[in-house]
């Protein structure tokens, strides 16, 4: 898979619309949309280094689908992206879901 795929798994994993991701990575919405249009322009290493850094994920990962293997030891992907998706909370909803989390660890010893 190539930039154009990784992108569009990227949006829809994260629930982004490519509107906010343009409002949050500075990138205008029509170049996004050209990124993932069927001809799949490519953006430049500055729009790509944005994109991915608004996303949670290495450039390394929207160009070829892979984590390298320093990012990979250290977090995972699914990791980051329950991260992001947990950032993305508020506060009420954030300790509700650490409580759940703590009661299904205790579930398990």
Known sequence: MGFKEN???????SGMLVK??????????Y????YLNKRGQSPSVEAAVK?????????????TGKEGQTE??????EVQNIVR??????DKDRLFLLDFVKWVRSREK
């Open 7 to 13: 992108l569009k798994s990227e949006l829809t994993y």
């Open 51 to 63: 994109i991915a850094q608004s996303l949670g994920v290495s450039v390394e990962y929207l160009v």
């Open 20 to 29: 906010e991701l343009a409002a949050k990575s500075g990138v205008s919405k």
């Open 72 to 77: 990979k030891a250290l977090v995972n992907h």
């Open 85 to 90: 998706l947990i950032d993305q909370l508020n």
């Open 31 to 34: 170049s996004i949309d050209n």
